[in-house]
């Protein structure tokens, strides 16, 4: 009974209840449980000869108290609508502010204010927050202090993507880094190399570095313009980009994908290449072209040359 109840009681006054209910009443005592079950519904005092307290039967008592239960959650719901609604108020008065201010770019060169506006953006998210890591580090972390999302923001539906240069995947550090990313709520993909670090929030601002390693200073930008440039550029990357799992594999084409490229790119027919793994050559011919739409292009030629170039088969 007293688990029953939990949540709506607190165990001494739910086990009270209980006694209540099998002695039919009980005298009325300065016990705070008695006041909780009175105030809760759950049981009446009778001062009819000797004051007693009555158990108010279970279906009302506790209907009762799921009622009020669901007015405490409807207001606290109504709360934080109410808040949301205000910060983006906010929100958008600050962007204004900062606009008017200035070019809609500063410069920051206190490395624990950058660390906070990298924070602060985090947790303004609406819809996107995106991140470009390269393999410069002053002092190369250790993995574990990889970048895990907020919980309150990921339950706002906001979607956490990361493209990392190839050379990262070569630190010490670098496979916890991804496994706790990925678990963390981070969407992983991975290209040969990236000209610098970035950090994207919807289309709204940017944080830039200074230097490759982003600790000598960092250039906040909220310029729309540039800000638009700077999402088209990251969605024109990530589209290019391999899907990175948690153990630190790349992986965009299949086993018999590989196979048959690796083929193709040894100079071999596609009639070769069927007589090789005793296959047809239609379907050699549908294995190349699912590689060709995954690598974007549309001949064999320029798909040799990406595929070569940037070692998507070693």
């Known amino acids: 009974m007293t688990d029953l109840l939990a949540g709506l009681l607190n165990a001494s006054a ?9 002695a039919g009443q009980l005298p009325i005592t300065d016990a705070p449980e ?34 009020t239960v669901q007015r405490q959650l409807l207001d606290q719901h109504r709360m934080i609508v109410r808040a949301r609604e205000q910060m983006h108020v906010l929100q958008k008065e600050f962007v ?20 906070a506006l990298s924070v602060e953006l985090c947790l303004s998210a609406e819809r996107d927050f995106s991140n470009l890591e390269t393999e410069h580090y002053r002092n190369p972390p250790d993995g574990r202090s990889a970048k895990v999302p907020p919980a309150a923001v990921l339950e706002r539906g906001v979607q956490f993507r990361n493209i990392y ?27 040969p190399e990236l000209p610098m670090k970035m950090v994207l929030v919807d289309d709204r601002a940017a944080l830039l570095p ?30 290019n980009a391999l899907p990175l799992h948690d153990n630190g ?22 009639a070769a290449i069927a007589r ?3 296959v047809s050559e239609r379907t050699v011919r549908r294995h190349i072209s699912a590689a060709l739409d ?21």
């Not at 739910?14 to 099998?22: K, V």
């Not at 490759?212 to 638009?228: K, Q």
Request: net charge negative; charged share 25%; glycine share 8%.
């Open 165 to 191: 240069s190839r050379p990262v995947l070569d630190l010490p550090f670098a496979g916890e880094m991804v496994r706790r990313c990925a678990e963390g709520g981070w969407q992983l993909r991975v290209l």
């Open 96 to 115: 204004a502010n900062a606009d008017r201010d200035d070019s809609g770019i500063s410069v920051h060169t206190d490395p624990a204010e950058i660390g």
């Open 210 to 239: 200074l230097d490759r390693t982003g600790m000598e200073g960092a250039v906040l930008v909220r310029a729309p313009v540039i800000v638009s440039a700077l999402r088209m550029y990251f969605e024109m990357l990530w589209n």
């Open 276 to 278: 090789h793994l005793d």
């Open 34 to 67: 008695v006041e909780e079950l009175v105030e809760a519904g759950f049981a009446r005092k009778r001062f009819v000869g000797e004051p007693v307290i009555v158990p108010v039967e279970p279906s009302r008592a506790v209907d009762q108290a799921l009622i």
């Open 294 to 314: 995954l690598l974007g292009v549309d001949n064999r030629i320029t798909a040799t040359a990406m595929i070569v170039r940037d070692g998507w088969l070693d």
């Open 249 to 270: 594999t790349v992986s965009k084409f299949s086993a018999h994908q590989r196979t048959v490229l690796r083929l193709m790119i040894g100079g071999m027919t596609d």
């Open 14 to 22: 739910a086990e009270l209840y209980q006694r209540l209910l099998r």
